[in-house]
């Protein structure tokens, strides 16, 4: 969320100037890209960027197409063919294998419900959200609708001129918010129309047990992904903000007091670092039964082994189900050393464990490296 979070305040800075914006989002790629669907890059009228629609071929190209469409005021649908041989030919040499779909779409800075407002209310609560984009890829010279819904938990607006398609839409993202899977699905009123069915998903929240220094790299690296990460400690010289300047918060407690403090979902990671065996002990006798999607104990396998009997002592025996979501040791076999090489392995098996994959090289995998996660919907609707 690292990327909409700085288009945000990319816009902020550009509206308090005065100057004029357009979203750039990949609303659907065919084949293989260097982004996926829902990569988003903001543009201003002076040529500022912010976020990215590819590896950086593309940009310059629609940085051209935005201007033109700040200018008209009218959304524009690009595709960008990169299964011709002869891709040098856009002046790209993307080297890719796929059709890029994106959709340039205006900023109306005073429309209540433009993309970025709708972005602003997402990202002000940690909801799972799903946002709908409107195109035509059956006429990419008329009038593109472009993002025209969303759908939270407690929040709904809707704002198109296909009013007849609402019904349809609104079932259709509370479909993929349930599901927890974007979709594409097309629809037929007075024409037909593509819509890119996005669940947009809250910032991965770390929570990081252990203020010690082998805690500074794993927080700096996680605020460079742009999660949102407190750090929890007992020690009053170590549970210092000034320590940890990229962390969301800081919170001093003991292990009984810390758990009531915090908020914990699905999207929620935890690290046991503080050296303090009794420490992650309490800790992680109250996150077991939790069945978070990941509990990582930082030191020797017989360390959370020893944790386990002594709970086990107790009566407290974690059952199979509750212990998938515990690693120990934590972090990925990459060979770590240093601080920093450990806090790498680490962040990078929470992100495996949280997008489901294995962990393991690019080249020894025989699939795309972006599978195809889009939830099916039904594909015939009738003509509303």
């Known amino acids: 969320m690292k990327e909409l979070e700085d288009i945000v305040k990319a816009f902020d800075v550009a509206q308090q100037a005065g100057i004029q914006t357009a979203l750039a989002t990949v609303v659907l790629v065919e084949g293989s890209s260097y982004r996926r669907a829902g990569a988003r890059m903001l543009v201003t009228e002076d040529g500022q960027l912010t976020g990215a629609i590819s590896g950086g071929c593309l940009e310059g190209d629609a940085l051209r197409k935005a201007r033109l469409v700040m200018a008209q005021q009218q959304p524009m649908l690009v595709t960008y063919d990169t299964t011709d041989d002869d891709d040098a030919k856009l002046g790209v040499g993307l080297g890719c294998n796929g059709i890029i779909h994106i959709l340039i779409e205006p900023v109306f800075a005073d429309q209540a419900h433009n993309p970025i407002q709708l972005f602003k209310k997402f990202l002000s609560k940690r909801q799972n959200t799903v946002i709908i984009t409107l195109f035509s890829l059956a006429n990419r010279k008329s009038v593109q609708p472009g993002t025209c819904l969303f759908l939270s938990a407690d929040e709904y607006h809707y704002q198109c001129h296909n009013i007849e398609l609402e019904t349809q839409l609104h079932r259709d993202a509370e479909s993929v918010l349930a599901d927890g899977k974007s979709a594409i699905q097309t629809y037929q009123a007075d024409r037909e129309l593509t819509g890119f069915v996005e669940l947009l998903k809250p910032a991965v929240s770390l929570l990081v047990f252990g203020a010690g220094n082998d805690a500074i790299p794993l927080v700096k690296m996680a605020a460079a992904m742009g999660w949102h990460t407190t750090v929890i400690d007992g ?150």
């Open 235 to 384: 020690r009053t010289n170590y549970a210092v903000s000034a320590r940890f300047p990229e962390a969301k918060r800081v919170l001093l407690a003991k292990p009984e007091q810390a758990l009531s403090q915090l908020n914990l979902n699905d999207r929620t990671a935890v690290v046991l670092m503080t050296h303090n065996y009794n420490y992650d002990l309490a800790i992680l006798r109250q996150l077991i039964p939790l069945k978070l999607t990941y509990v990582g104990s930082l030191g020797p396998k017989k360390k959370l082994q020893r944790m386990l009997d002594e709970l086990h002592e107790e009566g407290k025996t974690a059952t199979a189900e509750e212990l998938q979501s515990v690693y120990g040791p934590t972090g990925l076999d990459i060979g770590s050393e240093t601080s920093e090489e450990i806090a790498l392995s680490i962040l990078a098996e929470i992100l495996a464990v949280l997008q489901q994959r294995e962990g393991k090289s690019l080249r020894e995998t025989n699939t795309v490296i972006h599978s195809d996660d889009m939830a099916s919907l039904p594909v015939n609707h009738e003509n509303l």
